[in-house]
Structure formats: C-alpha cells, structure tokens
C-alpha cells in the first residue's frame, strides 16, 4: 500500500471519529433535550438544560477526540481532518495539491462513516431528533451572519495551528491539546449562531447520512460550510505568514 | 587517554573515542558505534524518515542499560 493511501486511511479514520463523538455529542444532547420547554425560539434544545454549559460539553466533545486524533494520527497524516486546513496549507504552498485533493475525499468519505457509525450506535432518534449532529444557521441568523461566524471560527483555529504547529520555532508536543481546547472554546461561544462546524467534512457526514436515512434535509445550508471555514482558514494562514514571516520580529 | 574498559582488565590501549553517556575513553574494540534514524515533519505534516542518521559512540555498559538488556 502506498504511503500516501495510508495517510488517506489515517485522515479517514480520524474524520470519523470526530464526527462520531464531536457530532454526535450534539445529537445526543438533542435526544437528552427532547420535550424540554426551551423558553425561546432560538434555542432548539442544545441550551435548554444547562445553557451555555450545553455547548461547553459539546466543545469538550470535540476538544478531546480532536486532541486524541492528533496526538495518535499526527505523525502519520498530520491529522488535518479538515478540508479548511488542507486547502490552506495548500494555498500557502505547503502541502502537494494531488495530496491535498486525496486527503479532503477521504476526509468526507471518513466524516460520512463517522456519521453513519453514530446512528447504527444510537438508533434512529439520532437521525429524526438529534440530526446526527447536523450544523445549521440557529433561528434568525442570516447566510450571510452564518458564514461569517463559521469564518471566525476557523480563522481562529487555523491562526493557532500556524502557532503551535507550523511555525517551528513553536514549543513542542501542545499541539492536539491546545488545537483541541481553541475548537472546543469556539463551540462554546458560536455554536448558537451556525453551529460552529469549522470543518465542511464534519457538516458533510450528518448531512449525507440524514439524507440516506430520513433526517432532515438541510443541504442547502452545505455552501455556509464550504464558503466560511475555507475563507476563514486560507486568511488566517497568510495572516499568520505576514506577521510572522521573513523580516518580522520574530523571524 | 586511555580506554577505562581496557584499564580495568589491566591493559593499557589508547582511546580512539569517548562514550557519549558517560563520557569514558574507548579504544576500538571497545566502542559500540549505533546509527539514530532522524525524522522530520510531524503534526501538521506527515513524519518523514530521512536518508542521513545521526551517529553516537556508546561504552557497552552504556549500550546495555540504553537497550534495556
């Protein structure tokens, strides 16, 4: 098998697994949440049973299988799990554009699998109530609001990466903990606005798998989570570049 | 100087090199020359094994205890 084939498998692998417990922690809560009086329409359940504390577990989801991912995947794929991330360390020439195009196929393949994993584990209500964990703009958000958050969000965590990760003057082993906990903190505070994905491969799996299985069909929401985390990463890595590159204070 | 292993068995040989733990002089037939693979990458990129390795002089005493023999 080819080297690159199995750094394929690795970013498969780790995709699903962020979906499976990150996504699926979203689900869960619905299912949790479910018939609980939410007090307004912008709440629709995550929220109702313990407010702000709803999306700080969720975050803490994806903060510990992120961290868990990159620490165990790390050194054999990079552990992008992320379209965003793959397309800007391509587009600041890091990263082979044939490899870049095989690793984003495998994370949605492996975001799909995390997601259809999630529902033969925790049955249908998964599907019909809890969406599988699907991210969505929340009541009165714009297109336009929602894309902007969701490219707050991931300049963010692509700024933190270039950080800890890229730049090699940065202190070493933080990486999966720090990248982990600056994803669950967006969550915590965006999550209500777009449901804070981040990561077209994590909205990708819930929704193919709702639209297999009888979910609801939220499709046309899929660009926000091309266009925002994209847009978000690609701006974060050359910002990143220019203040920290050749001639800089701390070049 | 000397090779201590040499000087311990009650010879006397001339050292051609020095235990990188412990920092005893060897002679030929008492240094122990290993080769470390050096990789680089890693969380973002991929780790890569490359051709190069870093060569170090261990002492036997010191080559056991590091192979855990």
Known sequence: MSDLAKRCIAELAGTALLVYFGAGAAAITLMIARGTDTGTPFNIGIGALGGLGDWFAIGMAFAIVIAAVIYSMGRVSGAHINPAVTVALFATKRFPAGDAGAY?????????????????????????????????????????????????????????????????????????LIIGLTVGGVITTTGNIAGASLNTARTFGPYLVDSLLGGPDLWVYFPIYIIGPIIGAVIAAFFYDYLAGEGSATA | MKCYVCVKEGRSTDAVAVCIVCGMGLCKDHAIREELDLWEGGYPFPAKKVKAKIPRILCPECYQALKGK
Not at chain 1, 149 to 162: C, S, Y
């Open chain 1, 104 to 176: 984003i196929v495998a994370q949605l393949v492996g975001g799909a699998i995390g997601s259809l994993l999630f529902a033969a584990s925790a049955g249908m209500e998964a599907v019909m109530v809890g969406g599988l964990g699907a991210t969505a703009p929340f009541p009165g958000i714009g297109y336009g609001q929602a894309i902007l958050a969701e490219a707050i969000g991931t300049f963010v965590l692509m700024l933190v990466i270039m950080g800890i990760a890229v730049d090699k003057k940065a202190p070493q082993g933080f990486a999966g």
